[in-house]
């Protein structure tokens, strides 16, 4: 996986795969808070964000672990 490619969190099925951006599955999950946690070392590593989808996969949230020259304030953690 190149640096900077961001982790998606995507419904399959009853399931949640984490996936590189453009690149095939690296993981199953039974729910999407276990996908979400798989997903962030992968992220932190890459320096990239983890993009969260909706069971319709719609974008539901996204949190960045890279090197943000103007971060915002982060108001979640």
């Known amino acids: 996986m190149a640096k900077g490619q961001n982790v998606h969190v995507v419904p399959n099925g009853n ?6 951006e453009g690149g095939r599955p690296v993981s199953n999950h039974r729910t999407q808070g276990a996908a979400e946690t ?17 069971p319709n ?12 020259p103007n971060p915002p304030k982060d108001k979640k953690h």
């Not at 399931?15 to 590189?20: I, L, S, Y």
């Not at 997903?39 to 983890?50: D, F, L, S, T, Y």
């Not at 996969?57 to 949190?63: E, P, T």
């Open 57 to 68: 996969g719609q974008i539901r949230d996204k949190d960045s672990f890279g090197n943000d």
């Open 38 to 54: 798989a997903a962030k070392p992968i992220a932190r590593q890459n320096q990239a964000e983890v993009v969260i989808h909706r």
């Open 15 to 20: 399931n949640w795969q984490v996936k590189p």
